[in-house]
């Protein structure tokens, strides 16, 4: 079917006040947050605003009579094309469809849409003492929806994990137009071990299974207190040493953040009333729980850590911990700071290694930046081993781009190489696609196979994941 042909049927079926089919407002859909889509935009034919589930129904059904395909999006904060339509068709913009359908304290758990806003649901969640954890560095813009199909997480995944340890169940609209609902029709049980997860096979699909439109999510106690240290290291091996120390010595802190010398240096360009120490690694812990508690695992971290690091300061007062901990918020955004005509550019960002190769893994970065010529600054969650590498350079340099595309991908090849993965947190979508094979060997044919199962005509989010 040709692109005016759908958007007339889609005004028939929705009216104008519910579409985009104009040009300029499809080019704003033809990017997410990654550097592929800023190279490669690709406009869909029309963007659906839906609020109901028989809306997304009603799309799916005429959507799959005709062979169109049908790109879920949430905020667009993705870092991998996940929700541009990379081989055409209609955008489902599920970011107005925003409602907290019902705060269920008693049982520990809310219900949403897929377009409320992470932030705002921890603040709604904070109001009974309780939170969603994971927390992505996005939180005030990515949606709920997004999360659950990219299975996010952030600082905090260390203790606390990823989107998927708190997915009791959902609502899902298939290619065909049919509504199944995972984790029990009617259930609320917290623990449930019924049937095949689908619920779990979800997770982390990417829209490429279905539409998520309702989503029932596990919240925890919110913590009554926290605690910060920051340990700076002269040599970079003592800082994946001493997470291991702590480890050992029984505490599990709910974040470790890891800033090389790279990010320290851009974190005092841009800030330089942050004043962060010069020095190889700069380790951040998070403890939270109750006073005592947090109390007792900062004196176990600071003896520990103090074993290998040049200083560790403790701090408990919320203002000594916003300013300890906004070098680190700060990194994502400033490192572009390492070099006046530059940018950031999100390309081989997320990857993960065992924390045992963290060392290896930073080093043979820094060779790599080296060996193209490109800066790199290094961060990340090293207390699951997850580091992001930001290479900065001019965008607009059509040799740069090329250079920095050999070395993302050989960054990408050389998690695998490591024993770890090319994304730890972001996701494959259209950018980490042709590494699928490689990580997955026999298992792709599988996850091919359970795709088509679901979506026998391949019109769901093609030219992703797999
Ligand atoms: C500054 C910044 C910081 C970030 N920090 C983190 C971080 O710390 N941790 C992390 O994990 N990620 C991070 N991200 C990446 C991104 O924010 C997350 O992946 C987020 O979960 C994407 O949510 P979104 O609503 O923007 O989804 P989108 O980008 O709109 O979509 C992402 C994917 O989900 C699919 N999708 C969206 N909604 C649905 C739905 N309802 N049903 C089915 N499929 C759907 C899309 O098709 C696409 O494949 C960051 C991004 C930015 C820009």
Same mark, same amino acid.
Not at 203 to 207: L, P, R
Not at 272 to 279: C, S, V
């Given at each position: 079917m040709e692109k005016i042909a759908i958007q007339k049927e889609l005004i028939k079926m929705? !009216?104008?006040?519910?579409?985009l089919n104009e040009e300029l407002d499809l080019m704003y859909y033809s990017y997410d947050s990654s550097f592929l889509t800023k190279l490669e935009p690709a406009s869909p034919y029309a963007v659906v605003f839906p609020k109901s589930t028989e809306d997304i129904q009603k799309i799916m059904q005429f959507a799959y009579q005709n062979n169109i395909n049908v790109i879920p999006r949430g905020a667009g904060t993705g870092e991998t094309g996940g929700c541009v339509a990379v081989e055409g068709g209609i955008v489902l913009?599920?970011?107005?469809?925003? #409602?907290? $359908? #019902?705060?269920?304290a008693k049982n520990m758990q809310v219900i949403v849409r897929p377009g409320v806003i992470h932030a705002k649901l921890n603040e709604e969640l904070a109001k009974v003492n309780l939170f969603f954890p994971p927390d992505p560095g996005s939180s005030q813009m990515c949606t709920i929806g997004g999360m659950v199909a990219n299975n996010a997480s952030g600082l905090r995944a260390v203790k606390y994990g990823c989107t998927e340890q708190y997915i009791l169940g959902l609502e899902v609209v298939l290619a065909n137009g049919d509504v199944i609902i995972t984790g029990g029709m009617k259930s609320r049980a917290i623990k449930n071990v019924s049937g095949l997860n689908l619920t779990k096979l979800m /997770?982390? +699909? #990417? !829209?490429i299974l279905g539409v998520i439109t309702r989503i029932r999510l596990r919240c925890f106690p919110k913590p009554r207190a926290r605690g910060i240290a920051m340990a700076v290291f002269d040599h970079l091996d003592d800082a994946p040493a001493a997470v291991l120390d702590v480890y050992q010595a029984g505490i599990l802190p709910s974040g470790i953040e890891i800033l090389d010398s790279s990010a320290i240096t851009a974190v005092n360009q841009f800030k =330089?009333?942050?004043?962060? =120490?010069?020095?190889e690694a700069i380790l951040l812990f998070e403890v939270d729980g109750n006073p005592p508690s947090v109390e007792f695992e900062g004196n176990v971290i600071q003896d520990v850590v103090g074993k290998r690091a040049r200083s560790v300061e403790w701090a408990t007062d919320p203002k000594r911990m916003a300013e300890l901990w906004e070098g680190r918020a700060v990194t994502s955004t400033v490192a *572009?700071? /390492?070099? +006046?005509d530059g940018s950031r550019v999100f390309a081989g960002e997320d990857i993960s290694v065992p924390l045992s190769r963290v060392t290896e893994v930073l080093r043979k970065i820094k060779a790599l930046g080296e060996k193209y010529n490109i800066q790199v600054v290094n961060y990340g969650h090293i207390g699951d081993g997850n580091v992001h590498t930001a290479p900065v350079i001019n965008p607009e340099n059509p040799e740069e781009v090329e250079r920095v595309l050999k070395l993302v991908d050989e960054i990408h090849l050389l998690a695998i190489e490591l024993e !770890? *993965? *090319? *994304?730890?947190?972001?996701? /494959? !979508?259209? $950018?980490?696609?042709?590494y699928a094979a490689l990580e997955h060997g026999t298992a792709l044919d599988y996850m091919r196979k359970t795709k088509d199962a679901f979506d026998p005509k391949g019109i769901m989010n093609p030219g992703k994941l797999i």
């Open positions: 929705f !009216g104008k006040d519910m579409l913009d599920l970011s107005k469809w925003d #409602e907290i $359908v #019902e705060i269920d /997770v982390g +699909s #990417e !829209g =330089p009333h942050i004043k962060l =120490p010069a020095a *572009t700071r /390492v070099r +006046s !770890g *993965t *090319t *994304t730890g947190e972001h996701g /494959v !979508g259209a $950018v980490r696609r042709r």
